[in-house]
C-alpha cells in the first residue's frame, strides 16, 4: 500500500491511497467465496453455481462489496502510517478501480492542531474574595420569609402602594379588546407598572363600579401591533388584600425543615459560601481561559467551529423563546445571533484545544475512581442508585462527556496552582 499526504487547508489533510492489485484480488476472491455459496443463479441449486456464472450474475455487488472491504481494512492502516493525529471519520472520495490495476482512492481528514504551549505557568489572574457576612445571610432569609409570605383579605378601605388587590381588566385599543382577565391579582406598585393600573387604583375602594382611564401603550409592548398605542382599561376592583410575612424564629426555621434559627442561618452561611466559592472559581476560569487564548494563535477544524456555532445558535433561539420573544423578532436577531454564535463558538473550540494539550503534556489523565466518584456523587443529588446514573449515562454516550468534564477540572486546577492570584473584595 502505498500512502501520499498532502495538505489542503488548516488542520486538513488529503490521504492519496493506493492499494496493490494482489490485495484487491486477494479480497475480490474472498467476496466471490462469500458470494457462490448464498447465489441464487437459474438453473443451480442456492450455493451451487459455477464461479463463473456467480461472477456474471453478481458483478456489480461484488465490484461494490470489494471497494468497501478494501477501504475498509485500507484506510485505518492508511492514517496509522501517516502518524496523522485524526479527528472523526475521513470522507472517502475519487475511488478507482480497474481490472488488474490498484484500487486508489482520497481520503480526506481534519486533524487536531499543533499547539505549542507558552506562558501557562504563572497567569496573572484577580479572584474575588469569599466573604459572607451577616448582613449577606439576613438578606438571604429575608428572602426565604417573602417566598413563604401569604396574601390575607383586608376589610374595604382605599388602596394604598404596597396592597395586593383582586381585580377584573380589560384593554380596548379602537374598538377592540384586546386583552381581558378575570379575579387577577395585582401587586400595586406605581413606579413600576407601566399599564398604569396601579397608579389608578391608589385610594380607590372595592366596590362594582369600574374604574376607566386611558392611556399609551409601552412602546416596548412584546404585541408589536399595539405598541405605543392609545388604549383604554376598566378595572373593576372586587378584594383588598396585603401580604403577611411569617416572622423570623424557631417555628420558621422548622418550617423549613431545620431544628433552630441558629441552625438555619448556619445553613444559610454554608450554602452562600458554597455559592460565592463556585462563582469565584468560574470567574478564575474564565481569566484563565481568555489568557490562554490571547497567548495562543492556530487554526482548528472548521467542521468542529460549524457544529458548534449551530447548537450555540438553536441554544440562544431557544433562550429568547422561553423569554417569550415574538418568531419575528427573533428572525430579525438572527443575523447578529449567527454571528456571536460563530465568534463564541471558535473561542470555546480553541479553548478545548488547548486545555486538552495542557493534560496530554502534564499527563493528567482521568481514573476510573474518579469517575465513579463523580458518578456518586451525581447520584446523591438525584436520590438516584449509581448503577442507574451509570447505565443512563452509557445509553446516552455521555461517558465521555464526563471523563472530559472530569480532566477539564484537573487542567484547570492545575493552572489555578501555577497562577498569581491576587484576591479582591467582591
Not at 455487488?61 to 492514517?79: D, G, N
Not at 386583552?179 to 396601579?198: F, H, Y
Not at 454571528?339 to 486545555?355: M, P, T
Amino acid at each position: 500500500m502505498k500512502v501520499a499526504v498532502a495538505t489542503s487547508g488548516a488542520c486538513q489533510r488529503e490521504l492519496k491511497v493506493e492499494v496493490a492489485p494482489d490485495a484487491v484480488a486477494a479480497a475480490r476472491e474472498e467476496v466471490y467465496r462469500q458470494l457462490q455459496r448464498v447465489a441464487r443463479v437459474p438453473g443451480f441449486r442456492v450455493g451451487h453455481a459455477p464461479r463463473e456464472l456467480v461472477a456474471q450474475h453478481y458483478a456489480t455487488r461484488a465490484r461494490e462489496e470489494t471497494i468497501r472491504r478494501v477501504i475498509t481494512e485500507s484506510l485505518p492502516k492508511a492514517v496509522q502510517e501517516t502518524k496523522l493525529d485524526v479527528l472523526g471519520d475521513p470522507e472517502v472520495t475519487q475511488v478507482a478501480l480497474d481490472d488488474g490495476k490498484p484500487l486508489t482512492f482520497i481520503a480526506r481528514c481534519e486533524i487536531m492542531p499543533a499547539i505549542k504551549l507558552r506562558g501557562v505557568k504563572g497567569l496573572k489572574i484577580t479572584r474575588p474574595k469569599v466573604l459572607v457576612t451577616d448582613a449577606r445571610v439576613e438578606e438571604v432569609l429575608a428572602r426565604l420569609q417573602e417566598q413563604r409570605a401569604e396574601l390575607t383579605p383586608v376589610p374595604p378601605r382605599p388602596v394604598v402602594a404596597g396592597d395586593y388587590v383582586v381585580v377584573d381588566f380589560s384593554c380596548t385599543v379602537g374598538e377592540k379588546v384586546v386583552e381581558r382577565r378575570q379575579a387577577t391579582v395585582l401587586g400595586v406598585k406605581p413606579e413600576e407598572d407601566t399599564s398604569g393600573i396601579s397608579r389608578h387604583l391608589v385610594g380607590a375602594t372595592p366596590g362594582p363600579a369600574a374604574i376607566t382611564f386611558d392611556t399609551t401603550l409601552p412602546a416596548d409592548l412584546p404585541a408589536k401591533e399595539y405598541a405605543g398605542k392609545p388604549a383604554t382599561f376598566a378595572v373593576t376592583l372586587k378584594e383588598l388584600k396585603t401580604k403577611q410575612v411569617p416572622p423570623l424564629d424557631e417555628a420558621f426555621a422548622k418550617l423549613l425543615g431545620v431544628e433552630s434559627l441558629e441552625a438555619l442561618r448556619a445553613r444559610m452561611r454554608q450554602d452562600l459560601e458554597r455559592e460565592l466559592t463556585a462563582q469565584a472559581r468560574r470567574a478564575t476560569e474564565e481569566q484563565i481561559g481568555q489568557a490562554l487564548l490571547a497567548q495562543h494563535t492556530f487554526d482548528v477544524p472548521a467542521s468542529l467551529v460549524q457544529s458548534q456555532a449551530q447548537r450555540m445558535l438553536q441554544q440562544a433561539q431557544l433562550r429568547l423563546v422561553y423569554q417569550g420573544i415574538p418568531p419575528e423578532e427573533i428572525e430579525q436577531r438572527r443575523q447578529l445571533l449567527v454571528e456571536e454564535s460563530k465568534r463564541d463558538a471558535l473561542k470555546q473550540v480553541k479553548l478545548f484545544f488547548l486545555l486538552r494539550q495542557v493534560a496530554k503534556e502534564r499527563q493528567l489523565a482521568v481514573t476510573e475512581a474518579e469517575i465513579e466518584q463523580r458518578i456518586q456523587a451525581m447520584a446523591a443529588s438525584s436520590r438516584r442508585p449509581p448503577e442507574q446514573v451509570r447505565a443512563e449515562l452509557a445509553q446516552q454516550r455521555l461517558l465521555s462527556e464526563l471523563t472530559w468534564d472530569i480532566t477539564r477540572g484537573k487542567v484547570f486546577d492545575a493552572l489555578v496552582a501555577d497562577a498569581i492570584i491576587q484576591e479582591v473584595t467582591a
